[in-house]
């Protein structure tokens, strides 16, 4: 799953244990499962989307003749509201990506437009905004003319898939790729993550004596070199192995709405190496290795600082651990979000 995708799998069954709750899925997509055992039964409704339509006419039209006879919230998760629906709504701002930084936008520049035009519908529209983190909320404050009062931060927290009790198993998945000594990792897929500026860091920190390999996760697939090694896309579960068993995540991203795979790495007994980038501060506090920017020498001063010092390697590792432990919970977001259903219906 992504990030939005963990965010719901973990919220949607304890809201479901406390509210009656229906979640409107794609009717052409495999069904959600997102119920867990000892937590509330899920609802699910398909909705159709017309064949070859863009996935807008979804949100705006599939979405509205349903809510025709819901007298309920409606909960748009990604973003978006329908238009057409004049009910009560609250809208998750994951970030402003597409607004505040269209380099990174992969659509067409109609598509980010459509984006940015339900962005500003959304804001106007809802009853309530919910963030995940201050780092947007001030963002969202900042971009649209809203109540502070009606913009709420519930922060999502971690899967308990990631957990240092993969180490074994995750050293031995990076074998199988053909690692033969300790390794970093590198996330690829969305350009904000820099995955080129990871790759050229660890070369550059190679270069100066360091002996780490490279496991790069995701869709995007570096240029071959001796010792980086593509795992491609994985489950959840081969993620939380390989990246409990990396020595430490490079994570040189210019953008996050909330920096989930750094926060997993902390949980997974992993030091971060990245820079102080919109809510990283807030979410990992004192454990990453902090850089002072995002590109290459800054990156790769951070990993050699890092691999060069087992004390400081565990330092992080134990920093980071313990941060993960105290950061607010799925129980805690969910009591957010419920309570401002409760007000935004009432």
């Not at 963990?6 to 409107?24: F, G, S």
Request: neutral net charge.
């Amino acid at each position: 799953m992504s990030g939005v995708g963990r965010w719901l799998a973990n919220l949607l069954p304890l809201l479901a244990a406390e509210a009656d709750i229906v979640l409107l899925t794609d009717a052409g997509r495999p069904p959600a499962a997102f119920s867990r055992p000892g937590t509330g039964m899920l609802a699910e409704a398909p909705l159709w989307l017309p064949a070859r339509a863009p996935e807008v006419v979804w949100i705006q039209a599939s979405v509205p003749r349903w809510l025709r006879r819901w007298g309920g919230v409606f909960h748009g998760t990604f973003n978006q509201l329908p238009a057409a629906w004049r009910g009560p709504t609250v809208v998750t701002f994951h970030d402003l990506a597409t607004r505040d930084h269209p380099e990174d936008f992969t659509g067409s520049p109609v598509k980010r437009m459509i984006w940015n035009a339900q962005f500003r519908q959304a804001a106007h529209q809802a009853s309530a905004i919910q963030t995940d983190s201050a780092y947007i909320r001030h963002a969202v404050l900042a971009t649209y003319p809203v109540d502070p009062r009606d913009v709420v931060v519930a922060a999502p927290s971690v899967d308990p898939v990631f957990s240092p009790d993969r180490r074994s198993r995750g050293q031995a998945l990076a074998s199988n790729l053909g690692v033969s000594s300790g390794y970093i990792v590198a996330v690829g897929g969305a350009r904000r993550r820099g995955l080129p500026v990871a790759v050229e860091a660890w070369a550059q920190a190679r270069a100066h004596g360091a002996t780490e390999e490279l496991v790069v996760v995701g869709s995007e697939i570096p240029s071959p070199r001796p010792g980086l090694f593509a795992a491609g896309r994985v489950p959840d579960e081969q993620w939380a192995d390989l990246l409990a068993g990396a020595t430490a995540l490079c994570y040189p991203t210019r953008y996050e709405g909330f920096g989930m795979p750094a926060l997993e790495a902390a949980a997974s007994g992993v030091p971060v190496v990245c820079a102080r980038v919109g809510p990283l501060p807030e979410v990992l506090g004192d454990a990453p290795e902090w850089c002072e920017g995002t590109t290459v020498t800054p990156i790769a001063d951070g990993l050699l600082r890092l691999l060069a010092d087992p004390v400081r390697q565990d330092q992080r590792r134990q920093a980071g651990l313990a941060r993960a432990a105290s950061s607010p919970t799925w129980a805690d977001a969910a009591r957010v979000l419920l309570e401002t259903y409760a007000r935004v219906a009432s």
